[in-house]
Nanobody
Framework: QVQLVQSGGGMVQAGGSLRLTCAASGVHGRTFTNYNFAWFRQAPGKEREIVGSVAWGSGVTFVSDSVKGRFTISRDNAKNTVYLQMYMLQPDDTAVYYC??????????????WGQGTQVTVSS
């Protein structure tokens, strides 16, 4: 059973930075080579949206247009950890952020495992 434990987040003023961490465990052989990780967010009254993703094996990343140039996604193989580094935060970035993972053979939108969620609040 894959487990994702998130940390980081909190409250910051507009223009500030935060880093979210997602520590993964529970994969046989302790390698996530065949998995894709993603960060999602959900703001009050809005649908959940994907922020970005990283293919663990190749390291290829994707970030959505809404955060491109401000957010980056990275992974640490040794720590089985994925990061979401957020710069130039804006009030519209206020949301609960979730880490999720799926096997790369799964349909692109079907993430099987989710972190507990982390609140990010950006004040103007």
């Amino acid at each position: 059973q894959v487990q994702l434990v998130q940390s980081g987040g909190g409250m910051v003023q507009a223009g500030g930075s935060l880093r979210l961490t997602c520590a993964a465990s529970g994969v046989h052989g302790r390698t996530f080579t065949n998995y894709n990780f993603a960060w999602f967010r959900q703001a009050p009254g809005k649908e959940r949206e994907i922020v970005g993703s990283v293919a663990w094996g190749s390291g290829v990343t994707f970030v959505s247009d809404s955060v491109k140039g401000r957010f980056t996604i990275s992974r640490d193989n040794a720590k089985n950890t994925v990061y979401l580094q957020m710069y130039m935060l804006q009030p519209d970035d206020t949301a609960v952020y979730y880490c999720a993972v799926r096997h790369r053979a799964s349909p692109p939108n079907e993430y099987q495992y989710w972190g507990q969620g982390t609140q990010v609040t950006v004040s103007s």
